[in-house]
């Protein structure tokens, strides 16, 4: 199964042509109503499912996912996007009153969400419809203008999301560029008013740099390693269902699957003869009949794949066990199911997001141990704690820090429309989905007006001796209010 084409660079001069005819759109979108944006939303989500079969066909072909995972993982969080912003956009655009405080007494005050303006979408591959279009959603419920680069690695359904694109708006408003690594460098020398990434920490760092250079906000949603920690209480047969389909949706491409297991000793051996029997259900009891399954997608590319199985292959050679699995199919780009014990202190796979479908599992002793070691690795995106005990939910959600947190569940938050999706220093910056991405891609505007009284007269120079006294008896008042 060989690498699909990769979709060509745009030219710089078209990127800055539909970047300089969307000033005007965005300028005008100011004044755009909450009728005019649910309209729009609701065409958008229109189009998109009458493309269900040629989704099918696009992602057969960039990474033979099933036609199941399709609805699930990209078209369904992206028109439950859609219904949430419909149902709650009035709401969200209705300017928001603010009491006057002391020193502003006889003031009117009110926060109003005004659109960003020409918005920057960089989307990853490893889902790219549900990561390039909920935020699309969000922006556009926000009444901004949206350039949006597509990853060129998943070409046949970034040009489905051109066609889609293309079919609901006007480039005036939104439009997709395509290309690689250099159509992304040039988009991120224009001066944004917002830029949305989703993808690795380290590119992360480059896209913040760049929009550095005009003070462009940014979101980013990235990635990072996303500990599951099992105690001894664990329904352990519940864990392992919800963890290894958490691991092998996508054949653990994604960004908030859970990349390692901390396993209480005395229940290890239980917990992992668990979760070989899951996968074992679900995909075939044979190392054959789990590459001929359906079910399981492949991974974007060779070198992926290689990455991978290196990964699997020094992990091997420093001391792990393989309790489930074989060597990688490098031509077919499948990574099988895979479950790792007792592996050495420093191996490389428990330092790297692994975006595979590799589970190392990790006994403990204390939950000491476990705190120390998150909390001596960069924030993850993700933690999820299976536990029934109180006590070592509490301490772990407050002794660690993770963009968000699963109790009992796994990446379930990520589709929970109320709830705030990023990440947290190396794992992300904002936040997204929801009244959250709508906030992203909106400045709250403070907007004051004066009553008929004028008590900051009290603050003209020239500063008296009574202004003097005034000033500071309203500071001490203050300080004991």
Same mark, same amino acid.
């Given at each position: ?5 990769q979709?060509?660079e745009?030219p710089t ?10 000033l005007?759109t965005?300028?005008?979108? *100011?004044?755009?109503t909450?009728p005019q944006?649910?309209?729009?939303l609701r ?17 057969a072909?960039?990474?033979s ?7 699930s993982?990209e078209?369904?969080p ?7 912003a ?10 928001v009153r603010v *009491? ?6 006889g ?7 005004? +659109?960003r ?16 279009l ?5 922006a556009?419920?926000?009444g901004?203008?949206v350039?949006?680069k +597509?990853?060129e690695?998943? +070409?046949?359904?970034? *040009?489905?999301? !051109?066609?889609?694109?293309?079919e609901?708006?006007?480039p ?6 395509p290309?690689?690594?250099?159509t ?9 008013d917002?830029i ?8 992360g760092k ?12 940014v979101?980013?949603?990235l ?6 920690i099992?105690d001894?209480?664990a329904?352990?047969?519940k864990?392992?269902e919800?963890?290894m389909w958490g691991?092998?949706?996508n ?5 908030v699957a859970?990349?390692?297991v901390f396993v209480?000793?005395s229940?290890?051996?239980a ?6 029997e899951?996968?074992?259900?679900r ?5 054959a009949?789990?590459?001929?399954s359906?079910?399981l ?17 020094q992990?091997?050679?420093? !001391? ?10 490098h031509a ?9 014990t ?9 330092d790297e ?6 589970l ?13 070691r998150?909390?001596?690795k960069p924030?993850?995106l ?5 536990? *029934?005990? !109180?006590?070592t ?9 993770s963009?968000?947190?699963?109790v009992?569940?796994c990446?379930?938050?990520?589709v929970?429309g109320g709830?705030?999706f ?7 910056m904002g936040?997204s989905? !929801? ?26 120079p020239?500063?008296? +001796? ?5 000033m500071?008896?309203?500071?001490e ?5």
């Amino acid at each position: 199964m060989a690498d699909l084409p990769q979709l060509s660079e745009s030219p710089t001069d078209w990127i800055d042509e539909v970047f300089s005819r969307q000033l005007p759109t965005s300028l005008a979108l *100011r004044t755009s109503t909450a009728p005019q944006r649910i309209a729009k939303l609701r065409r958008f989500a229109d189009a998109l499912v009458a493309r269900r079969s040629a989704w099918y066909e696009a992602f057969a072909q960039d990474f033979s996912k099933p036609p199941a995972e399709v609805e699930s993982t990209e078209l369904l969080p992206v028109i439950e996007e859609v219904r949430h912003a419909v149902s709650h956009l009035r709401r969200w655009m209705k300017p928001v009153r603010v *009491r006057a405080t002391w020193l502003t007494l006889g003031t009117h005050s009110r926060v109003e969400a005004q +659109p960003r303006g020409r918005c920057l979408i960089l989307g990853p591959w490893n889902y790219p419809v549900n990561t390039v279009l909920c935020p699309l959603v969000s922006a556009i419920a926000a009444g901004n203008t949206v350039i949006v680069k +597509p990853s060129e690695l998943t +070409p046949a359904v970034s *040009r489905l999301v !051109g066609e889609l694109i293309a079919e609901v708006f006007v480039p005036e408003e939104v439009v997709v560029v395509p290309g690689g690594v250099s159509t992304a460098q040039h988009l991120l020398s224009l001066p944004f008013d917002h830029i949305f990434f989703t993808g690795s920490p380290a590119v992360g760092k480059l896209v913040m740099k760049a929009a550095a250079d005009h003070l462009s906000s940014v979101t980013l949603e990235l990635g990072g390693q996303s500990p599951v920690i099992v105690d001894e209480t664990a329904d352990l047969h519940k864990a392992a269902e919800v963890v290894m389909w958490g691991k092998l949706i996508n054949l653990g491409q994604s960004c908030v699957a859970p990349d390692h297991v901390f396993v209480h000793r005395s229940v290890r051996a239980a917990f992992v003869r668990a979760c070989a029997e899951v996968v074992r259900a679900r995909f075939g009891q044979s190392d054959a009949e789990q590459q001929a399954s359906p079910d399981l997608a492949r991974i974007i590319n060779l070198r992926h794949t290689g990455r991978i199985a290196q990964l699997v292959s020094q992990a091997v050679e420093a !001391g792990a066990t393989v309790a489930l699995g074989r060597p990688a199919d490098h031509a077919q780009r499948f990574v099988p199911p895979t479950l790792l014990t007792d592996l050495p202190a420093g191996s490389d796979i428990l330092d790297e997001e692994i975006f595979g479908p590799v589970l190392p599992i990790i006994d403990y002793g204390s939950l000491d141990e476990v705190i120390a070691r998150i909390n001596a690795k960069p924030k993850p995106l993700a933690l999820y704690i299976w536990s *029934r005990r !109180g006590s070592t939910q509490s301490r772990l959600i407050e002794e660690t820090s993770s963009g968000g947190v699963c109790v009992n569940h796994c990446m379930l938050h990520y589709v929970h429309g109320g709830l705030p999706f990023g990440g947290v220093n190396n794992s992300g910056m904002g936040s997204s989905h !929801g009244h959250f991405g709508f906030k992203a891609f909106s400045h709250e505007r403070a907007v004051l007006k004066a009553g008929w009284t004028l008590p900051a007269r009290f603050m003209f120079p020239p500063y008296t +001796p009574f202004k003097g006294r005034l000033m500071r008896g309203l500071v001490e008042v203050l300080r004991r209010l």
